[in-house]
């Protein structure tokens, strides 16, 4: 045994191993207890249990020990314990967000000793603060990590978080020798006992005197056999009648009450194209339309509003039950979600879930990937898009690559990566640099602490490769670029529902070029406004009548327009054109316009 005093309750080291097994210790401190494992067969091995400084400012120094332990052997390599720090703001829960460069500075140091983090079985956390309610913070602070060849060495290696209702951390255990996991067992053709399986054993102890229980043994297998058969055919059952019930119409009614809310879109000629006998091109069209791995029709959720009153929730039950009755597709209650406002009471939300019979979801941070609900710091909200990021960019090995294969990684995958959330966010300016500063250090080769001189600018890297750079993406650039091309939909696509929302929340009185914040607006139609200039600058009007360009504000010209003094500002480019003829006003354009124009 080997023990290392704590200082006062804090800390302390302790390592014990059995009498069998050779263990010799080579370092220690209060810090760490470094150590080579001889087992009485096979290869030795590295063990090193690690207890990190709890004070922020002393986190740094733990890395470096890191970082010179692992420069003291080649042995393959284990180190576990108490890090006190987390690599990700999954594996946080609780109170405010983790900062991202202490997790920063742990992925490095594990990068650069090569430690993969083996995962764990078990609760997700293994530390909490002990604090009620709010206060409450749990993490998973407790880890193992070894390199590739001391996975190799132990194949079948296995991390379980175990519980503990004497401290604050939960201890970890790590088995490198865990019971073999029952093989999946996928059923094959059932197969009779048959004779010529024990020929070779009845050669060798005559037929005659091991007739008898050689038959016992056949009528016992047998009948083993027919129980598995007769339990498939109960499962098989089982399952027949779940989808054959699933899949048989109720004979739903009440469609005319339904139908009545329903807008008459189908004319007489549309009721005679769908009156037709099909053809078989259209049934080929139809069948390769359909994506080979999804179901056909829409596959995004429904999400209903309504104020937190009983009587509202009453008189929406009220329309699901009529879709219901009328449709024959029940709603399915265990996949329905209730999301509150803040300021719902804890007894309106116990009646509501109720009447409703469904889960209150509690944490509305994602839906389909984004995040639902914006916090005072938009910084804090795309923190998991910068450390997706970082961990992609960092688990790369830059010295094993060419500049060719960098290139490409950079492009088809760091930068792919926050294209779906800029189609709908603008992305603060801060973040988009930070990214931009952890892709310009990896094509540096400076993903770890060393200093590396950047030969260009980023800015200049990302411009095209006809004009001498690299093609990459700026990612500013890119996101306005990105919501231009929605906010394009507000400008062209009158007809789609996003449109007609936004429309009619934002801008009921003008377009879309023309719109201003307004009262209370959402995260994304600030975004959208934000790549308003970038429509402004390159997009242009195209002349019809001119009643609705103004002079002086909309683009219709490919330059901006020199007024004289005195000029009008309200005037508007059909002022502009005798319609009768339609001539240019030329002496109005003299007198509102300099000859420069």
Known sequence: MLAVSSEGRRGGLALLWKVELVVDTSTYSPHHIDTRVLPPSGQPWRLTGIYEYPNEQQKPETWRLLRHLRSRSTLPWMCIGDYNEILSSSEKNGRLPKPLPPMVEFQSALLFCGLIDLGYNGYRFTWRNGRAEEAFVEERLDRACALVEWSELHPRAKVTHLTASYSDHDPILLDTTPDAAPTPHRRQKLHRFEEKWELEELMEQGYEQNLQSINELKNELNTLLHHEELDMNRISNIAEEYYTNLFTTTRPGNMVRVLEAVDKVVTQDMVHSLSQPYIEEEVRVALFSMHPSKSPGPDDDSLLFCEAKMGECRQLLDILTQYEEASGQAINRAKTTLFFSQNTSRRDKEAIKNLMGAQVMTSCEKYLGLPMIRGKSKVSTFKELQER???????????????????????????????????????????????????????????????????????????????????????????????????????????????????????????????????????????????????????????????????????WLPHPPLFKPGADPTLKVGDLIHHDSMQWNRPLIQTTFMQAT
Request: hydrophobic share 40%; with cysteine.
């Open 389 to 555: 990021i970082t961990k992609k960019v960092m688990g790369w090995k830059e010295k094993t690559i060419s500049k060719a294969g960098r290139e490409t990684l950079i492009k088809a995958m760091a930068q792919a990566i926050p294209t779906y959330s800029m189609s709908i966010f603008q992305i603060p300016r801060c973040v988009c640099d930070y990214i931009n500063s952890i892709l310009a250090k990896y094509w540096w080769r400076q993903t770890r602490n060393e200093k590396k001189i950047h030969w260009i600018n980023w800015k200049r890297l990302c411009t095209p490769k006809n004009r001498g750079g690299m093609g990459f993406r700026d990612i500013h650039a890119f996101n306005l670029a990105m919501l231009a091309k929605q906010a394009w939909r507000l400008v062209t696509g009158s007809h789609s529902l996003f449109y007609q929302v936004y429309k009619a929340r934002y801008f009921p009185r003008c377009s879309f070029m023309d719109a201003k914040l307004g009262h209370n607006p959402s995260f994304v139609w600030r975004s959208l406004l934000g790549a308003g200039d970038v429509l402004r600058v390159g997009s242009m009007w195209k002349i019809g009548d001119g009643q609705s360009i103004k002079i002086t504000i909309n683009k």
